[in-house]
């Protein structure tokens, strides 16, 4: 399995169209923060506001998610080398933990340079040592979301075979669901407690207060495993057309 998971990152990272798409990423989202926070005077604080804002509202979570889904689970299934993957012998559930491994790593390398590389970028403003906590579980909680973002949309292709359905559920997962179950909370309608989305804006309040949310880990992994196991039980019984 570590071979298959290096395959995939050696090929990954060989894109020029990803590599491309991630620099245009940091760029766009960057921006979107600095533009965010300049209500007034451009400071940590200010920056920390946008910065919530876009994670809350998942629009710059979706420039990265579709680029991230695409490359780990969507090109082997488009250009049909999945089925020479199975064919080779390879059983179907290392395939699935090493997809998952694959986007757990590349969403964390990415979020953490794209976190650094920001970092210096406005560390003039003067961030406290409890600013720098804040923006650390920022990160944290962006990429969780991302990764559950992933299975859940890795679960629907997987199923159908469908790259277009796959995309929409991560446009779904990161920017469309958010917006929703905020609405509904807000509306009093408790089941949304245990969304993933609402879990998620918890623990975020809880981390930039800085309380352990010991419920960010096993919530983290019924969803994201959950998704993994489903997809398996639909995913080992698939028949492929060569």
Not at 15 to 21: A, D, E, L, P
Not at 163 to 171: D, E, H, K, R
Request: proline letters at 1%; charged letters at 15%.
């Amino acid at each position: 399995m570590i071979r298959l998971i290096y395959a995939d990152l050696h090929r990954i990272f060989r894109k020029k169209s990803f590599v491309g798409i991630l620099i245009a990423f940091l760029i766009i989202s960057h921006l979107s923060c600095v533009f965010g926070s300049m209500t007034g005077e451009l400071t940590a604080a200010s920056f920390l506001d946008a910065l919530r804002k876009y994670t809350e509202r998942g629009f710059m979570l979706l420039l990265m998610a579709v680029p991230v889904f695409l490359a780990v689970y969507s090109d082997e299934v488009s250009s049909h080398s999945m089925q020479c993957i199975v064919g080779r012998g390879v059983s179907r559930s290392k395939i699935l933990w090493a997809k998952l491994i694959d986007c757990i790593l590349l969403t964390i390398f990415i979020f953490t340079a794209f976190m650094l590389l920001q970092y210096m970028m406005i560390g003039g403003f003067g961030f406290s040592q409890s600013q720098k906590k804040v923006y650390a579980a920022y990160g944290l909680i962006c990429v969780l979301k991302i990764i559950a973002a992933a299975s859940f949309s890795m679960m629907a292709l997987f199923i159908t075979n469908s790259t277009p359905l796959g995309v929409f559920c991560m446009i779904l997962f990161t920017t469309i669901s958010p917006n929703i179950f905020r609405i509904l909370y807000l509306q009093g309608i408790k089941a949304m407690n245990y969304s993933y989305d609402m879990i998620l804006l918890r623990s975020m309040d809880k981390l930039a207060a800085g309380v352990a949310t010991w419920e960010l880990i096993h919530w983290s992994v019924v969803y994201i495993f959950g998704a993994w196991l489903i997809t398996y039980l639909f995913f080992r019984r698939k028949e492929f057309e060569f």
